[in-house]
């Protein structure tokens, strides 16, 4: 089963608690979540492997720990997931970035994939699947569901807020796919937003409402 990881870093819960707040405005709330999504990667990354090499200080030879893997994609959900990726590429500047978007048809209820664009050979890249919210949980797994579909396998995802609901699901569709959250929130109502959440992140990062 796939480990959910509550990053409750001081730190995080100060701007996560800033972001909450109704009158935060767009602008404030773009750069406290990149500021997060920069202290969420260290923890998201903490797991990557290193290998020995041989450099050259000024002062003479030495072995020390490089990262083994060399690919690396992170994978926002449209649109909101645009608003973690600049947080990690300042961990990761050498990261490759894919997008994918999905939405429900109305009459089948089926996920029905609007845009996908990934670098040539992610299915051999380590990947962080981003999305500010882990409501029902429905659009990051089925983002899983067409990355595994395409060969994908070593995959990680990184949400600011969830609710139970959401992560139950994760689990029980991907049980292989850690999940990096910065709270774990009470519950959905009855339009599935989460409780007591922050809002439409996708409208407060673009200030669209």
């Known amino acids: 089963m796939g480990e959910v990881h509550v990053l ?4 995080i819960s100060d701007k996560l608690t800033r972001m909450r707040r109704v009158d935060t405005t767009s602008q404030d709330f773009r750069m406290l979540l990149r500021e997060i999504s920069v202290l969420m990667g260290y923890e998201v990354t903490r797991d990557f492997e290193t290998i020995p090499a041989t450099v050259e200080t000024p002062i003479c030879m030495g072995t020390f720990p490089v990262l083994k893997e060399s690919f690396f994609t992170i994978v926002p959900i449209l649109r909101a997931g645009i608003g973690m990726v600049d947080g990690l590429l300042e961990l990761m500047p050498f990261a490759h970035v894919g997008h994918i978007g999905l939405y429900r048809d109305e009459e089948t209820h089926l996920p029905v994939e609007y845009y996908y664009k990934m670098p040539e050979g992610v299915e051999n890249s380590v990947i962080i699947v981003v999305d500010p919210m882990l409501a029902t949980g429905g659009s990051a797994a089925d983002a899983i569901d067409n990355l595994k579909a395409r060969g994908c396998t070593n995959i990680r995802l990184m949400n600011l807020v969830a609710a139970p609901e959401g992560v139950a699901l ?3 569709r ?7 959250v910065a709270a774990v929130d009470e519950k959905l109502n009855k339009n599935a937003y ?3 959440g ?6 407060r990062i673009f200030g669209t409402k």
Request: proline share 13%; aromatic share 4%; no cysteine.
């Open 194 to 196: 989460i409780v007591p």
């Open 198 to 203: 922050l809002g439409d992140a996708g409208d």
């Open 170 to 172: 994760m689990q029980e």
């Open 174 to 180: 991907h049980p292989d796919v850690d999940i990096y």
């Open 8 to 11: 409750d870093h001081p730190l």
